[in-house]
């Protein structure tokens, strides 16, 4: 991640990249603008929606999507004032993704840890009073289908003062079907095998012992209901439905067995994925797929008009994978330009049209310098408090310190 943010800070500085922050397509500028402003145009705006899970209760007090929990421990403005109830002894996340794990690491992580993290001293003040004591992970499919990283696995298998539940049945027949499994998925598997099947040394053996907080992959479960408590203002906990898997591999899909088995807990978190959204009706859009159709990022039917990212091939995959993916639209731009399908003859006026666009609608965009400024706020506030950064959370005292 670091040297992603040194990558991108050595091209903002850069004097032909312009920076126009707190400007939203759309509504303060629109494509067609973008469009006559430059020559090319690439969308890569993710995916900020949150998928719904479309069961009874799920606007219960104590369900959170984990869009809006991230958001929230990581200082999004949008969630700052998110007010989670962590009275609760048990937590069941719905997702075996890594946006999942890493919900369950800062919901079980040591206070001490996080202290020395940019995780925001609101967050922080909430995660003080927390009775959180197990924190179950929930799948619709198996252990061969788990969406999360071995680093991130790796980082949850050591976390200090928790230990791993796991029931040993998930992963008895798993042996011949590794064997040929491509190596990133293979190594997955056996590191999780190796955390439930084998026994722990002596001194590991009792370190779990005395932890106090544990954590619990349940695998073939999907949510069927949120259940709410006696006065029905709250959550109580959570109705699964018992699935099974027809197929192999990636392509395994979970079925229903009839059965269902419920999870008593306080605290629903929702990670089962995020979904891209419309920009623009000028902009073709796939809605049962959440993503522009697109050719190698050249946006379908829309010359001069191309998108990298989440928004280009769904919300899967890690930096590195969007990295790549963004090579590749690059690639095809840069063909275009040399086959002369990218028409740049007409001279275009860039950044100093949209400057002068948005002058007239009275909004005053947020350069990368004027993003220093805030950095560099950010980064002293954490110093006093012994953390990387303390990130300011109102919009409007951001544009301040803009203005001074």
């Not at 040297?3 to 312009?18: D, G, K, M, P, W």
């Not at 949120?226 to 439905?241: A, C, M, Q, T």
Request: aromatic share 6%; hydrophobic share 35%; charged share 25%.
């Amino acid at each position: 991640l670091q040297n992603v943010i040194n990558t991108f800070t050595q091209t903002a500085h850069l004097e032909r990249c312009s920076f126009l922050g707190n400007v939203t397509v759309g509504r303060d500028v629109t494509i067609e603008e973008l469009q006559e402003a430059y020559h090319a145009v690439v969308l890569s705006y993710g995916a900020e929606d949150k998928r719904q899970l479309g069961i009874p209760g799920e606007d219960l007090p104590g369900v959170y999507s984990a869009r809006d929990f991230v958001g929230w421990y990581n200082g999004l403005p949008d969630n700052r004032h998110l007010s989670p109830d962590f009275s609760t002894e048990t937590a069941v996340i719905l997702g075996h993704g890594n946006v999942a794990l890493d919900i369950a690491r800062i919901l079980l992580s040591p206070l001490d840890l996080l202290k020395k993290t940019d995780i925001t001293q609101t967050a922080l003040k909430g995660l003080s009073n927390s009775r959180i004591k197990k924190v179950w992970l929930v799948g619709r499919r198996g252990p061969l289908q788990v969406a999360f990283t071995i680093k991130e696995l790796r980082e949850m298998i050591h976390l200090p003062g928790t230990r791993p539940v796991n029931d040993p049945s998930d992963y008895q027949n798993l042996t011949d079907s590794i064997k040929d499994l491509p190596r990133p998925r293979k190594r997955l598997t056996e590191l999780l095998m190796k955390t439930v099947l084998e026994n722990p040394g002596e001194k590991e053996a009792i370190q779990r012992s005395q932890c106090d907080r544990e954590w619990g992959l349940r695998f073939l479960r999907s949510p069927v209901a949120v259940l709410p408590s006696e006065n029905g203002k709250k959550v109580s906990g959570i109705r699964l439905s018992v699935t099974k898997l027809e197929g192999n591999g990636e392509n395994a899909v979970a079925v229903t067995t009839g059965k269902t088995e419920d999870i008593s807990c306080g605290l629903i978190l929702s990670s089962i994925g995020y979904r891209s959204v419309p920009i623009s009706p000028s902009v073709p859009f796939l809605q049962k797929n959440g993503i522009i159709p697109n050719s190698m990022g050249r946006v379908q039917g829309a010359p001069g008009l191309y998108c990298s990212g989440w928004v280009k091939r769904g919300p899967t995959g890690v930096i590195a994978t969007t990295m790549t993916d963004s090579f590749d639209t690059a690639q095809s731009l840069l063909e275009d330009l040399k086959s002369g399908a990218l028409h740049c003859s007409e001279t275009r006026f860039g950044a100093s049209a949209i400057r002068e666009l948005l002058l007239l609608r009275g909004i005053q965009p947020v350069s990368f310098s004027d993003w220093e400024k805030i950095d560099a706020v950010e980064k002293t506030r954490g110093m006093e408090v012994g953390k990387p950064r303390e990130k300011i959370l109102d919009p409007e005292e951001m544009l301040q310190l803009v203005c001074r």
